[in-house]
Protein backbone atom coordinates (compact mmCIF):
# COMPACT_ATOMS: atom_id res chain seq x y z
CA UNK A 1 0.00 0.00 0.00
CA UNK A 2 1.49 3.52 -0.61
CA UNK A 3 1.42 6.04 2.06
CA UNK A 4 0.00 9.60 0.49
CA UNK A 5 -0.46 12.94 2.09
CA UNK A 6 -2.98 14.99 0.42
CA UNK A 7 -1.51 19.18 0.60
CA UNK A 8 -3.47 22.01 -1.12
CA UNK A 9 -5.36 24.91 0.35
CA UNK A 10 -8.25 24.29 -1.47
CA UNK A 11 -10.77 23.21 0.85
CA UNK A 12 -12.84 21.25 -2.03
CA UNK A 13 -9.77 20.17 -4.53
CA UNK A 14 -8.26 18.70 -1.76
CA UNK A 15 -11.19 16.54 -0.87
CA UNK A 16 -11.76 15.45 -4.61
CA UNK A 17 -7.94 14.55 -4.70
CA UNK A 18 -8.32 12.86 -1.72
CA UNK A 19 -11.57 11.06 -3.07
CA UNK A 20 -9.43 10.04 -6.14
CA UNK A 21 -6.74 8.72 -4.43
CA UNK A 22 -8.63 6.71 -1.64
CA UNK A 23 -10.64 5.14 -4.71
CA UNK A 24 -7.47 3.38 -5.43
CA UNK A 25 -6.90 -0.24 -4.09
CA UNK A 26 -3.01 0.43 -3.94
CA UNK A 27 -2.87 3.79 -2.86
CA UNK A 28 -4.17 5.27 0.65
CA UNK A 29 -5.02 8.86 2.36
CA UNK A 30 -2.71 9.02 5.54
CA UNK A 31 -3.46 12.77 5.88
CA UNK A 32 -4.05 15.97 4.57
CA UNK A 33 -2.82 19.38 5.02
CA UNK A 34 -3.91 23.21 3.83
CA UNK A 35 -0.86 25.18 4.18
CA UNK A 36 2.81 24.03 3.04
CA UNK A 37 3.92 24.41 7.38
CA UNK A 38 0.84 22.08 7.63
CA UNK A 39 2.75 19.64 4.88
CA UNK A 40 6.02 19.41 7.09
CA UNK A 41 4.74 18.96 9.98
CA UNK A 42 2.15 16.38 8.85
CA UNK A 43 4.89 14.66 6.79
CA UNK A 44 7.33 14.53 10.30
CA UNK A 45 4.09 12.49 11.65
CA UNK A 46 2.98 10.32 9.14
CA UNK A 47 6.02 9.11 7.25
CA UNK A 48 3.93 8.86 4.01
CA UNK A 49 5.97 7.60 1.22
CA UNK A 50 4.58 10.12 -1.42
CA UNK A 51 3.17 13.71 -0.70
CA UNK A 52 0.88 15.36 -3.29
CA UNK A 53 1.95 19.02 -2.97
CA UNK A 54 -0.11 22.15 -4.19
CA UNK A 55 2.84 25.39 -5.18
CA UNK A 56 0.88 28.30 -4.24
CA UNK A 57 -0.10 28.39 -0.63
CA UNK A 58 0.14 30.53 2.55
CA UNK A 59 2.66 30.38 5.53
CA UNK A 60 4.96 28.44 3.21
CA UNK A 61 4.74 27.39 -0.27
CA UNK A 62 5.22 24.15 -2.14
CA UNK A 63 8.69 25.19 -3.68
CA UNK A 64 10.15 25.71 0.15
CA UNK A 65 7.67 22.87 1.98
CA UNK A 66 9.41 20.40 -0.58
CA UNK A 67 12.85 21.72 0.19
CA UNK A 68 12.37 21.51 4.00
CA UNK A 69 10.26 17.85 3.58
CA UNK A 70 13.18 16.20 1.06
CA UNK A 71 16.06 17.68 3.63
CA UNK A 72 14.67 15.85 6.69
CA UNK A 73 12.99 13.11 5.20
CA UNK A 74 14.67 11.62 2.08
CA UNK A 75 13.07 8.47 1.21
CA UNK A 76 9.71 10.59 0.76
CA UNK A 77 8.59 11.76 -2.89
CA UNK A 78 7.38 14.60 -3.50
CA UNK A 79 4.98 14.67 -6.41
CA UNK A 80 3.74 18.69 -7.46
CA UNK A 81 0.12 19.14 -8.62
CA UNK A 82 -0.32 22.73 -10.38
CA UNK A 83 -2.46 24.05 -12.81
CA UNK A 84 -0.32 25.64 -15.35
CA UNK A 85 2.12 23.52 -17.30
CA UNK A 86 5.75 25.83 -17.42
CA UNK A 87 5.09 27.71 -13.60
CA UNK A 88 8.73 28.68 -12.64
CA UNK A 89 7.12 27.58 -9.08
CA UNK A 90 6.64 24.02 -10.88
CA UNK A 91 10.64 24.30 -11.53
CA UNK A 92 11.45 25.65 -8.34
CA UNK A 93 10.26 22.61 -6.96
CA UNK A 94 11.90 20.55 -9.50
CA UNK A 95 14.61 22.26 -8.12
CA UNK A 96 14.61 21.39 -4.22
CA UNK A 97 13.86 17.61 -5.43
CA UNK A 98 10.20 17.25 -6.40
CA UNK A 99 10.00 13.65 -8.28
CA UNK A 100 8.31 15.48 -11.17
CA UNK A 101 4.41 17.58 -11.14
CA UNK A 102 1.00 16.89 -12.81
CA UNK A 103 -1.45 19.05 -13.76
CA UNK A 104 -4.50 19.22 -11.74
CA UNK A 105 -6.59 18.93 -14.55
CA UNK A 106 -5.50 14.92 -15.37
CA UNK A 107 -7.27 12.06 -15.05
CA UNK A 108 -7.87 10.36 -11.77
CA UNK A 109 -6.08 7.31 -13.51
CA UNK A 110 -3.30 9.75 -14.55
CA UNK A 111 -2.88 10.72 -10.95
CA UNK A 112 -2.69 7.20 -9.93
CA UNK A 113 -0.22 6.19 -12.49
CA UNK A 114 2.22 9.81 -11.49
CA UNK A 115 1.78 8.36 -7.92
CA UNK A 116 3.08 4.75 -8.56
CA UNK A 117 5.63 6.01 -10.77
CA UNK A 118 7.43 8.52 -8.07
CA UNK A 119 6.87 6.15 -5.34
CA UNK A 120 9.09 3.29 -7.23
CA UNK A 121 11.95 5.92 -8.32
CA UNK A 122 10.73 7.01 -11.56
CA UNK A 123 10.16 10.78 -12.71
CA UNK A 124 7.13 12.34 -14.16
CA UNK A 125 8.37 15.06 -15.95
CA UNK A 126 6.62 15.26 -19.87
CA UNK A 127 9.36 15.59 -21.89
CA UNK A 128 7.44 18.89 -23.76
CA UNK A 129 8.60 20.79 -20.27
CA UNK A 130 12.09 19.15 -20.24
CA UNK A 131 13.99 22.11 -22.54
CA UNK A 132 12.56 24.81 -20.78
CA UNK A 133 12.82 22.95 -17.59
CA UNK A 134 17.02 23.08 -18.26
CA UNK A 135 16.42 26.26 -19.70
CA UNK A 136 15.79 27.80 -16.56
CA UNK A 137 17.90 25.39 -14.15
CA UNK A 138 21.46 25.60 -16.29
CA UNK A 139 22.04 28.82 -18.36
CA UNK A 140 24.87 28.12 -20.94
CA UNK A 141 27.06 25.30 -21.70
CA UNK A 142 29.20 23.11 -20.03
CA UNK A 143 32.85 23.26 -21.31
CA UNK A 144 34.41 19.96 -22.65
CA UNK A 145 36.23 18.41 -20.03
CA UNK A 146 33.29 18.98 -17.98
CA UNK A 147 31.61 16.51 -20.67
CA UNK A 148 34.48 14.37 -21.02
CA UNK A 149 34.84 13.52 -17.00
CA UNK A 150 31.05 12.70 -16.65
CA UNK A 151 31.14 10.28 -19.35
CA UNK A 152 34.03 8.70 -17.86
CA UNK A 153 32.11 8.23 -14.66
CA UNK A 154 29.59 5.84 -16.58
CA UNK A 155 29.42 2.55 -18.91
CA UNK A 156 28.81 3.38 -23.07
CA UNK A 157 25.01 1.15 -21.47
CA UNK A 158 24.93 3.64 -18.83
CA UNK A 159 24.91 6.81 -21.06
CA UNK A 160 22.77 5.59 -23.11
CA UNK A 161 19.77 4.69 -20.82
CA UNK A 162 20.31 8.17 -19.08
CA UNK A 163 20.45 9.85 -22.61
CA UNK A 164 17.12 8.17 -23.06
CA UNK A 165 15.65 8.94 -19.26
CA UNK A 166 16.33 12.60 -20.37
CA UNK A 167 14.09 12.29 -23.70
CA UNK A 168 11.01 11.11 -20.70
CA UNK A 169 10.89 7.89 -21.72
CA UNK A 170 9.85 5.18 -18.94
CA UNK A 171 11.80 1.68 -17.89
CA UNK A 172 9.37 -0.22 -20.48
CA UNK A 173 10.06 1.97 -23.44
CA UNK A 174 14.10 2.13 -22.62
CA UNK A 175 14.03 -1.52 -22.29
CA UNK A 176 12.71 -1.84 -25.81
CA UNK A 177 14.31 0.77 -27.45
CA UNK A 178 17.78 -1.36 -26.10
CA UNK A 179 16.49 -4.47 -26.66
CA UNK A 180 17.59 -5.75 -22.63
CA UNK A 181 14.71 -6.92 -19.94
CA UNK A 182 13.22 -4.17 -17.98
CA UNK A 183 14.60 -5.49 -14.71
CA UNK A 184 17.90 -5.18 -16.39
CA UNK A 185 17.59 -1.54 -16.77
CA UNK A 186 16.09 -1.04 -13.33
CA UNK A 187 19.11 -2.04 -12.61
CA UNK A 188 21.40 0.08 -14.88
CA UNK A 189 19.56 3.21 -13.91
CA UNK A 190 19.98 1.98 -9.75
CA UNK A 191 23.94 1.56 -10.34
CA UNK A 192 23.32 5.27 -11.86
CA UNK A 193 22.03 6.85 -9.13
CA UNK A 194 24.64 5.18 -6.74
CA UNK A 195 27.35 6.22 -8.93
CA UNK A 196 26.61 9.59 -9.22
CA UNK A 197 24.90 9.81 -5.67
CA UNK A 198 21.66 11.16 -7.08
CA UNK A 199 18.09 11.10 -5.68
CA UNK A 200 16.02 10.05 -8.72
CA UNK A 201 15.45 10.53 -12.51
CA UNK A 202 14.56 14.21 -12.09
CA UNK A 203 18.31 14.96 -10.71
CA UNK A 204 19.66 12.25 -13.72
CA UNK A 205 18.33 14.62 -16.36
CA UNK A 206 19.66 17.71 -14.71
CA UNK A 207 23.32 15.92 -14.22
CA UNK A 208 23.01 14.77 -17.72
CA UNK A 209 21.88 18.28 -19.15
CA UNK A 210 24.54 19.93 -16.50
CA UNK A 211 27.78 18.00 -18.12
CA UNK A 212 26.48 18.03 -21.51
CA UNK A 213 25.37 14.39 -21.78
CA UNK A 214 22.13 14.94 -22.86
CA UNK A 215 21.14 14.95 -26.43
CA UNK A 216 20.75 18.33 -27.82
Aim: aromatic content about 4%; hydrophobic content about 50%.
Amino acid sequence: MIRVLVVDDQDLVRAGIVASVDAQADLEVVGEAATGAESVHATARLSPDVVLMDIRMPQLDGVDATREILEHHADTRVLVLTTFDADEYVFGALRAGASGFLLKDASVEELAAAIRAVHRGDAVLAPSTTSRFVELMLPGMPDPGRRAAAEASLTERELEIVRLVTQGLGNAEIARTVHLAEATVKTHIGRVLTKLSLRDRVQIVIWAYRNGIAPV
